[in-house]
């Protein structure tokens, strides 16, 4: 396999995988357009030989495909996946030694490597202004690190083996960051590093963090790996590789000898300042606010160093094909995690952390008259308490019965679960809690709410396949459109303020149920553009999900209280921007139009097919 970078580039260029762009390209928003454009079209990976004010080459969309980046590990993966399983479930190798001997023996050849000799990346020490400073979208805050593998280690126990390793955004410019000095991280406390900042800040001690950029793209991969207990993200970079992880010290930093470029320094603490806004993966910029400042010690680069990054935005991006790959690797460990639980999807086209699809056992009331949610309701508990599956504001969970499942056929999914909903009963929700930090649909950062439709049993309705009556001639309420089955999209005035909201929607329910029950259609979706928001799935999936708050943007026909259960007899959820929502990603038209000349005959991307 890979021992580096290049060699990974020269491959997938042989291979007809990889595309040099030779013109003069700025990191000020060209790049991240090249990239959109060429991954969007399924486009080959892009290395861009010219950067302007940087003498550093980068590539972007290394990861763009799954099929590309099995490629790139096709040597190594059946022994990740091997060792990943094992870790899952340890009895295996008890009953079947002579089986996982090959991956127990992979797996201690993958142990981390100190050296004290041969560090490739010190080959030059430079500074952050004489990087690729690559700036993603118009509004964002500056330039962004977007594939960094971010090392700190236990302050209480050192050492590489209770190491965490990392990918969290990095600001390098901008804001009141001072250059080549300061640069800017942004991570949630209950993360790795989180952890090991707050260990440091109880001993009054400086954090020592090193990032590490490029290297063999399996150390990439490993900074985002949800691994089991007891298996370093070190350990697996080596493992992926085919190679252990290589390292040193210097000055107390850790360094990954194989890096392109590695940045040392340390966070004191209780030192922040305003990091952002960023054009993040919800498809929306995450916006300023106070989080850790890194005093910066030294930045290293290797001869020829390559800068990889990537650009996030609505899905799909090439976070979308990692996440897949992920997914494809892990295999069954969240029905280790969690018992009963058969199948999680965090929906991509809604951003991933808002949204889950699952599907559970349902083992309590075989032998009742009446099938209802119970197992689905304990499982649905340890779903939203565990990882990152904790930060989901709506989970759609059920149970398979007579017919198979698939979460990952959403239309269809969702239709089975609505038609057996029983809203006076399934409808459960989490109030004052934690939601993602990059959303800001809540009513404060990391603060919002939950929801779970948890649906079991016979079928109830046949859902509509028009738009019903109910929902035509309503005043103030106009242009209703048929989104999927059972879920129509109908547009309201402008969203002013939430007392306002409730009122809309009070209204909105009393003129329907002027004109009668309606249980063919028990979701109703109120937006702002009902042409946009039934034009797809993915529209439907992406706006509803990211610009709503269960507790405050759900409301209900014929909403009521029972023994402080709310119920309804159709679903409303608000899903209009909010005054307090973060602004959506628009590209720069100028932008758009300057990037043509590398994909007209001649140019480096002549040969690309895009739209």
């Known amino acids: 396999m890979y021992q580096n970078l290049e060699e990974c580039i020269l491959d997938l260029e042989k291979n007809g995988q990889l595309v040099r762009i030779h013109e003069e390209v700025d990191p000020y928003l060209e790049m991240a357009a090249i990239h959109l454009k060429v991954f969007e079209a399924g486009g080959p990976a892009l290395l861009f030989e010219n950067v302007k004010g940087s003498k550093f080459r980068a590539i972007s969309n290394l990861f763009g495909t799954v099929e590309r980046s099995k490629y790139i590990f096709r040597k190594t993966w059946d022994g990740a996946q091997n060792v ?14 002579f089986k996982h001997v090959s991956t127990g023996l992979a797996a201690s050849k993958a142990l981390p490597l100190k050296k004290s000799t041969s560090l490739p990346v010190t080959h030059q020490e430079i500074n952050i202004s004489d990087l690729p400073l690559i700036q993603h979208w118009p509004d964002d805050g500056g330039a962004f690190v977007t594939l960094p593998q971010v090392y700190s280690e236990d302050p209480e126990k050192p050492g590489i083996m209770n190491a965490n390793l990392g990918m ?28 090991h900042q707050d260990k ?57 000898n194989d890096a392109d470029f590695v940045i040392t320094g340390e966070i004191h603490p209780g030192e922040t300042k305003p990091e ?17 400042l890194m005093k910066v010690n030294k930045v290293y680069a290797k001869e020829n160093a390559i800068w990889p990054f990537t650009v996030v935005g ?29 199948e999680v999807h965090a929906v991509d086209a809604a951003g991933v952390h808002p949204l889950l ?29 565990t990882g990152q599956l904790s930060l989901a504001k709506y989970l759609f969970i059920t149970a398979e019965d007579q017919q198979p499942l698939d979460t990952h056929k959403e239309a269809e999914f969702l239709a089975y679960i609505l038609e057996r909903i029983d809203l006076h009963r399934d409808i459960h929700f989490y109030t004052n809690t934690t939601i993602d930090t990059l959303d800001y649909s809540g009513t404060g950062l990391n603060t919002g709410s939950k929801v779970v439709f948890a649906a079991y049993g016979d079928k109830k309705r046949d859902l509509c396949n ?7 001639g309503l005043r103030d309420f106009k242009n209703p459109h048929l989104i999927m089955p059972g879920i129509v999209a109908i ?70 209280y029972e023994f402080k259960h709310w119920a309804c007899d159709n679903i409303i959820i608000d899903a209009r921007t909010k005054p307090h929502h973060a602004p959506p990603l628009i590209p720069d038209p100028t932008v758009q139009k300057n990037i043509e000349r590398f994909f007209v005959k001649g140019a480096s991307l002549a040969g690309v097919k895009v739209d």
């Open 200 to 256: 440091a800040t109880r001993k009054g001690e400086p954090l020592k963090v090193s990032i590490f950029i490029g290297g063999p793209p399996a150390h990439t991969l490993s900074a985002v790996m949800p691994l089991p207990e007891g298996l370093s993200e070190m350990t697996f970079a080596g493992l992926l590789s085919g190679r252990r992880f290589r390292y040193s010290y210097i000055d107390g930093y850790c360094i990954s």
């Open 276 to 292: 952002g806004p960023f054009g993040d993966h919800l498809g929306y910029y995450s916006l300023t606010h106070e989080f850790p």
């Open 168 to 195: 969290y955004r990095i600001q390098l410019s901008g804001n009141d960051y001072e250059l080549n000095k300061e640069i800017g991280l942004h991570y949630q406390i209950h993360r790795g590093i989180g952890v």
């Open 357 to 385: 699809f699952a599907i559970g056992s349902e083992r309590y009331t075989p032998y009742q008259s009446v099938k209802q949610p119970a197992e689905l309701l304990t499982i649905t508990n340890r779903i939203l308490g």
């Open 314 to 342: 609505r899905p799909p991006q090439e976070d979308t094909a990692f996440g897949d790959l992920i997914h494809e690797l892990t295999g069954d460990a969240i029905k280790q995690e969690i018992p009963g639980v058969k």
């Open 466 to 472: 028009d738009v019903p009556d109910n929902l035509k």
């Open 84 to 97: 990943v399983a094992l870790r899952n479930d340890p009895v295996k190798a008890l009953k079947n030694p």
């Open 491 to 560: 547009e309201g005035s402008k969203f002013s303020t939430n007392a306002n909201a409730e009122q809309e929607a009070k209204e909105l329910s009393e003129a329907i149920q002027l004109k009668g029950s309606m249980p063919s259609c028990p979701m109703i979706i109120l937006c702002d553009d009902s042409d946009f928001m039934s034009e797809s799935i993915s529209n439907f999936l992406w706006a509803t999900f990211t610009r709503s708050n269960p507790s405050h943007d759900i409301h209900g026909v014929n909403s009521h």
